[in-house]
């Protein structure tokens, strides 16, 4: 599991993507679940980063799912039209 820090605005989002990445690389089965609980502060560089992370999952042959997605960051997938991108892992 890829686990998103408490932070992830702009300044930090380069830095963050590349520890994910190679977290992804790591990760085995088809599925990757990133788990979003601890994140308080971000924008919409957050988004930028979960997406990237999805393109290359895929491209990987495996699917990325979101675990505990703090309610505003939903809303701001919502208003750019990407929700259905980053989908809730299954209950």
């Keep these: 599991m890829l686990v998103l820090p408490s ?3 702009h300044a930090k989002a380069g ?3 590349q520890l994910l990445l190679q977290g992804l ?9 990133v788990d979003c609980a601890a994140l308080s502060v971000f924008d919409s560089s957050a988004l930028a980063v ?6 290359a999952a895929l491209y990987d ?3 990325l799912a979101t675990r505990a997605m703090p309610q505003p960051l939903l809303d701001l997938a919502g ?7 980053l989908a809730p892992a299954a209950a």
């Design 25 to 33: 690389k790591a990760e085995q089965g088809s599925q990757v679940l």
């Design 15 to 17: 830095a963050c993507l």
């Design 79 to 85: 208003l750019y039209g990407v929700q259905e991108l």
């Design 50 to 55: 979960l997406l990237e992370c999805r393109r």
């Design 61 to 63: 042959g495996k699917q």
């Design 7 to 9: 932070t992830l605005t």
